[in-house]
């Protein structure tokens, strides 16, 4: 069954620190999001991703976030300089195209811890 | 106006017993309104999900109740078992206008269900 793979599985960085995760979708997706899950709090969108540019970001996603897609299979978030509050859970997601069903395909997530 | 509200938190429930978990949201313009389930060490993964074109979405033992006037939605669990122990998210998203918008998940606090044998 095909599925969304995430790597690292858990990153420690310090602060100021720039992380990258990496996030390899079901192949013919062509919708892709983040979102984080901060520890025990709920499931936080932060931005999707369409044709090779950014759809819709959230308040969180500020200038210290970006993400890329730079070939054809992977899909990326960077954090520019890390703070303590960006530890969290990072989840990457797909969906389908045609039809866009609704149905969000997560990844196992990375865990970020700033030290 | 974004929010969607879950309760309860927790819940404890007897194998084959009932478990009910509802959300409530504030925001008339979501018309799509998912429930995930997630498992420890596990991304969130679909369960069950309805548009408000409907009141009652059924499959197997899992069914979304929902109410529109009330702005409220709730996931029933018939004949629960005890591996179905996991953390239930309700969400809510806006319409597909633009392509993404379905991906842009509001979701609930959540809440960590447990089945006892």
């Known amino acids: 069954e095909p599925e969304v793979t995430q790597t690292p599985s858990h990153q420690v960085t310090q602060m100021g620190q720039e992380v990258i995760l990496r996030c390899v979708p079901i192949s013919n997706h062509l919708y892709f999001y983040w979102y984080r899950q901060i520890l025990g709090q709920k499931v936080e969108f932060l931005v999707s991703f369409y044709n090779n540019e950014i759809s819709e970001k959230s308040e969180i996603f500020d200038d210290q976030f970006s993400v890329e897609r730079p070939d054809g299979s992977n899909f990326t978030l960077k954090i520019r300089s890390t703070k303590l509050e960006d530890s969290a859970m990072y989840f990457c997601?797909?969906?389908?195209?045609?039809?866009?069903?609704?149905?969000?395909?997560f990844g196992e997530g990375s865990r970020l811890t700033v030290l | 106006q974004q929010q969607v509200k879950q309760s309860p938190q927790s819940l404890i429930v007897q194998k084959g017993g009932i478990s009910i978990i509802n959300c409530a949201y504030e925001n008339t313009a979501f018309d799509y309104f998912p429930w995930y389930q997630q498992f420890p060490g596990k991304g969130p993964a679909l369960l069950i999900a309805?548009?408000?074109?409907?009141s009652e979405k059924k499959e197997g033992r899992f069914t979304i109740s929902f109410n529109k006037s009330a702005k409220q939605f709730s996931l029933h669990i018939m004949d629960s078992q005890p591996g179905d122990s996991a953390t239930y998210f309700c969400?809510?998203?806006?319409?597909?206008?633009?392509?993404?918008?379905?991906?842009?998940?509001?979701f609930g606090q959540g809440t960590i269900l447990t089945v006892h044998p």
């Open positions: 309805i548009r408000p074109d409907v």
């Open positions: 969400a809510a998203s806006p319409p597909n206008a633009g392509g993404t918008s379905y991906g842009k998940l509001t």
């Open positions: 997601a797909s969906s389908e195209a045609r039809p866009h069903t609704g149905e969000l395909f």
